[in-house]
């Protein structure tokens, strides 16, 4: 069962470090660096906390590249949200279930649409018997990204 308290604790724990764009292009390719306070999931992959720089490879691939020592990079499959971005600046949007983080979607600084993660697996498979997920937030940087 979910707790309001650790709700609004994961919320108080987001954290950021610096973004910008990564150049003019026609797709308007952008990298964002950005810290993400605890493990988590998407297309299967587990991914641990960390330091990731994020940026849209083409509309339907993001790439998640670990800043830190391992410099690990993860591609992950995504799609078109269908919605305009209500708010300004980027986020990423988790859904929580108990311990488990799993990444739903992502809204880059300036684009005006989000992309999102179709549920994994493992994601089903946890969603099984619980109510509803809650829902966590950890917000893009608009600054240039430290490199």
């Known amino acids: 069962m979910f707790r309001t308290s650790s709700i609004l604790t994961c919320a108080a724990l987001t954290l950021s470090l610096g973004g910008a764009m990564s150049g003019p292009t026609a797709a308007h390719a952008q990298s964002v660096t950005v810290r993400i306070p605890f493990n988590f999931s998407a297309n299967d992959q587990k991914v641990p906390a960390g330091t990731y720089r994020i940026s849209l490879q083409a509309p339907r691939y993001l790439s998640f590249v670990n800043t830190q020592s391992t410099r690990k990079q993860y591609l992950m499959l995504v799609q078109p949200t269908g919605e305009q971005n209500s708010q300004d600046g980027g986020r990423l949007t988790f859904r929580r279930y108990g311990d488990s983080n799993y990444l739903y979607q992502v809204w880059m600084p300036g ?25 966590t937030q950890v917000q893009l940087p608009l600054g240039p990204a430290e490199q």
């Open 111 to 135: 684009q005006g649409e989000g992309r999102q993660f179709v549920r994994s697996r493992a994601e089903q498979d946890t969603l099984r018997g619980l109510k509803a997920p809650a829902l």
